[in-house]
């Protein structure tokens, strides 16, 4: 039996952003581990379906709507979970959201989806379960969605590279006031930094108004189309949450879809910050996890 299927098996699983991508890969892992999955998501038709599917081999799940932007929506689901499927044993505050295009020609709606879903959407989640976690005694985990992004600086993505540095900020300040207030022994709070993993992320992701005054629309289409090559070649869904469940289970907090390529810009960054030198544009402009 594995590590992962020892902490995690039997338990309960809450995961927004469940319908597509990392999510979907958490939550079908999460079941192949014998756990009860929550499927949240804003997406009810997305979510239904993975329920079905999950119910189909013989799991047990549900589906949840869900906009983690309304914090009462979240509220609800906690409540809702608790009352009818008892304690969480794990939440992943996975929702997120994409935007391309040069900062100043982001629209302000755009930015406010990105920071909504993105940092608040992981706020809100943490407000609505940890309490009860922290309460009911058992163990529990809370892993927080960041990204290699989280630790990089990219051009014509800042907003989504905002939020996921944002993201990793709150995850380590919140491992230490779990520490504070001597909750660590039996809940666990854990860092996401996935790499390159397969979704629809850059497709439903936001752009440039071609009818903003002087935006460059055809920047942000251009960094669109460079992060759809690298969606060619990125990792499975299913083989990126094998890698979390079980580095989470060993008890790492920083846990990576790919360890040697994101450890790499992890240590890239550090550098950066030891050295102090500027960001720089690189010659190839677009991320190449081959080449990272």
């Known amino acids: 039996m594995s590590q992962a299927r020892e902490t995690f098996g039997g338990g309960v699983a809450v995961i927004t952003g469940a319908g597509a991508g990392i999510g979907a890969g958490l939550a079908r892992y999460a079941h192949r581990l014998g756990m009860t999955v929550v499927l949240a998501d804003v997406d009810e038709a997305a979510a239904a379906a993975l329920r079905d599917e999950l119910r ?3 799991g ?12 009462d929506a979240v509220a609800d689901l906690a409540d809702r979970t608790y009352r009818d499927l008892g304690p969480v ?8 959201v994409e935007q391309f295009g040069y900062l100043w020609d982001t629209p ?3 930015w406010n989806r990105v920071m909504d879903i993105n940092v608040s959407g992981v706020f809100h989640g943490v407000r609505a379960f940890l ?9 529990a985990w809370v892993w927080n969605l960041s990204s290699i992004g989280g630790v990089a600086a990219v051009p014509l993505q800042a907003p989504y590279i905002i939020s996921k540095h944002a993201v990793l900020a709150l995850t380590e300040c919140l491992r230490l006031e779990v520490q504070l207030a001597g909750h660590d022994d039996h809940v666990h709070v854990q860092a996401v930094l996935p790499g390159a993993v397969k979704s629809n992320i850059f497709e439903a992701a936001g752009g440039v108004d071609s ?3 002087g935006a460059d629309v055809n920047a942000a289409e251009s960094q669109r189309e460079a992060m759809l090559d690298i969606k060619a070649a990125a990792m499975d869904p299913i083989d990126a949450a094998e890698a979390i469940f079980e580095q989470s289970a060993r008890g ?9 390529y994101v450890g790499s810009a992890m240590a890239e960054r550090a550098q950066v910050l030891i050295s102090q030198v500027p960001p720089q544009l690189r010659t190839e402009r677009r991320f190449d996890p081959a080449k990272h």
Do not use: I
């Not at 047990?60 to 914090?71: G, M, S």
């Not at 309490?131 to 058992?138: E, I, N």
């Not at 790492?252 to 040697?260: G, N, S």
């Open 211 to 213: 009818g903003q005054d």
């Open 252 to 260: 790492a907090f920083y846990l990576l879809t790919q360890p040697e």
């Open 108 to 110: 302000v709606a755009n």
């Open 89 to 96: 044993r794990l939440l992943v505050n996975n929702a997120g």
């Open 56 to 58: 189909a081999d013989g």
């Open 60 to 71: 047990t799940a549900v589906a949840e709507k869900c906009d983690v932007r309304d914090p």
């Open 131 to 139: 309490p009860k976690m922290m309460a009911h005694g058992s163990p």
